[in-house]
């Protein structure tokens, strides 16, 4: 699937891998309400597409992506505070659709990735960068901050960072950001970014895409929540669910049998 102007790509591959291309090199892949509505609509089409197992995030060009259009920006920025309103609450939601997408997403990170292009990194179960990269929440050199994405970026790199990095609008490294929690793996250069997703594929194609999904729930079930009683009893009910359905129960079958779950295709 391309959008209209072919700036946001689409592809989904025969093993159930989709790629999902930012493709707006000439502006370093910037993202406006229209290119936020077509990642928001391949993001949603991806969630629901039983073939797809895993989704890649990445972009064509030196740099990841610059974050927001400036031009857009501006229009916004003549619009009421309504418009405004409605317009980041596009944002946001692409954020979420993100985070909570069901599928195992890998995000790859080339060059810059500033401004909200931070937040869609940290949406990522797994991001991969590399060592030229650099990761900078700039919103506050232009009188603005970076509210949508902070619940992410937050949790991804925490509290005591986030007050650094908010304030400064300093960029920081691929290595600060692996050192952070943001970053998942540097590789070199960006010619081994496909060997390294490509690594990571074939880990999470061994696994069950059910077991895989329930543990993205559990993760957002139990972060950051007190250890209490109501905290105990979910898990317990997460495991008794997971054992008795029809993966764990092949999952535990092929194991005790000494056999390849019906899930990898040899």
């Known amino acids: 699937m391309d959008n209209n102007n072919n700036t946001v790509l ?19 892949n910037a993202f406006d309400d229209q290119i936020i509505a077509a990642l928001i609509e391949a993001l949603e089409a991806t969630d629901s597409n039983a073939e797809v197992r895993i989704l890649v995030l990445r972009s064509n ?15 916004m920025a003549n619009n009421s505070h309504q418009d405004n309103l409605e317009d980041a609450g596009q944002l946001a939601r692409l954020m979420d659709v993100l985070n909570n997408h069901s599928k195992p997403t890998i995000g790859l990170v080339q060059g810059a990735a500033y401004g909200g292009a931070v937040g869609l990194a940290a949406c990522c179960d797994i991001v991969i960068a590399t060592e030229q990269s650099q990761f900078c929440l700039s919103e506050v050199k232009i009188g603005l901050i970076p509210a949508v994405i902070s619940p992410y970026v937050v949790r991804a790199i925490g509290e005591r960072l986030s007050r650094r ?25 960006a ?17 069950s895409p059910q077991a895989m999904n329930a ?3 559990l993760i957002f ?12 009893d979910d898990t317990a009910r997460r495991i008794a ?20 779950p019906n899930w990898i295709e040899e």
């Open 10 to 28: 689409l592809e989904i591959s025969a093993e159930g891998v989709a790629t999902l291309t930012l493709n707006r090199p000439e502006v370093h």
């Open 61 to 75: 060009g030196r740099n990841f992506s610059a974050g927001a259009d400036l031009g857009w920006m501006q229009r």
């Open 165 to 189: 990095y908010f304030l400064t609008a300093e960029p920081f490294s691929a290595k600060i950001a692996a050192q952070a929690g943001l970053v998942h793996e540097v590789v070199p250069h």
């Open 191 to 207: 010619d081994l970014l496909d060997e390294a997703c490509n690594r990571f594929i074939a880990q999470l194609r061994r696994n």
């Open 215 to 217: 543990a993205k729930e």
């Open 221 to 232: 079930a139990v972060s950051q929540k007190p250890i209490d009683q109501s905290v105990i």
């Open 241 to 260: 669910d997971i054992r008795v359905s029809d993966e764990g129960q092949e999952g535990l079958s092929a194991f005790l049998g000494k056999r390849t």
